[in-house]
């Protein structure tokens, strides 16, 4: 095992917490590796995907080297009982003594530990507060900014369509519909139309059909020729 190496400061961990739970459980029936490596990571089951993160978060912890080799600080987290909790109380607090130092846990909120990761990752804080709960949890560390606020309510999506559609105007009590009335190639049969129809209703079928074709034969004619002048 190497001691641990001063190396650049890493982003806190985001990476979900039941990798880490996964991890955690593994560390207490293997022995340690010479290497923390992705191919080790795979051999001990690790979600596809999380090998990098896991690593990353490892690094952070102090727990791994630059090189993926497990630092001193490593066996710390094998014991059993009371002491792995005060251990990893140790080690959380280590690698996490900038939020320590900023903020006093036991009178913070959830949305000052937010803010705080924020200046690492707007788009992953809320990751980095619940992975770095978890492990305060773990290690005896209580705090009321644990607890998540309820979701905030969120705006009503406008849509495209809703917003080109025209406001529904109530009808003036006044107002006169517009018969429609039917047409040929594009006009009108004229407003004597439903009188036609009228007459017709003690006809036979056949009849009215007949009637009917042969005036729409000849407005078809007479619309055709206007089309031509």
């Known amino acids: 095992m190497n001691e641990t190496k001063s190396t650049k400061k890493r982003n806190p961990p985001y990476l979900p917490t039941g990798v880490l739970e996964q991890f955690i459980r593994k560390m207490r029936i293997v022995n340690i590796p010479d290497e ?9 089951n690790v ?41 990893l109380r140790e080690i959380v607090q280590k690698a996490y003594s900038d939020v320590f130092r ?26 980095m507060v619940k992975a770095f709960s978890y492990l305060c ?3 005896g560390i209580n705090s009321p900014a644990f607890d998540q606020p309820p979701e905030k309510t969120k705006a009503p999506v406008v849509t495209k369509k809703e917003k ?19 047409t040929v190639g594009g006009r009108n049969l ?26 729409v034969k000849i407005e078809g004619k007479k619309h055709e020729e206007k089309e031509e002048k």
């Open 36 to 44: 923390v490596s992705t191919k080790t990571l795979r051999a001990w």
């Open 47 to 87: 979600a596809p995907g999380q090998e990098y993160h896991l690593r990353s978060a490892l690094g952070f912890l102090g727990l791994i080297d630059e090189e993926g080799k497990p630092t001193a600080e490593f066996a710390k987290i094998q014991v059993e009982g009371s002491q792995w909790e005060s251990n």
């Open 102 to 127: 900023a903020l006093k846990m036991e009178h913070a909120k959830y949305d000052d530990l937010a803010n705080f990761f924020g200046q690492y990752s707007q788009v992953s804080k809320h990751k």
């Open 137 to 139: 949890k773990l290690a």
């Open 164 to 182: 080109r559609a025209k406001p529904n105007v109530p009808e003036r009590p006044d107002s006169k519909k517009t018969e429609k009335m039917p």
């Open 190 to 215: 004229g407003h004597d139309w439903p009188e036609i129809i009228k007459a017709l209703e003690n006809w036979d079928l056949e009849g009215r059909k007949l009637v009917f074709d042969t005036m």
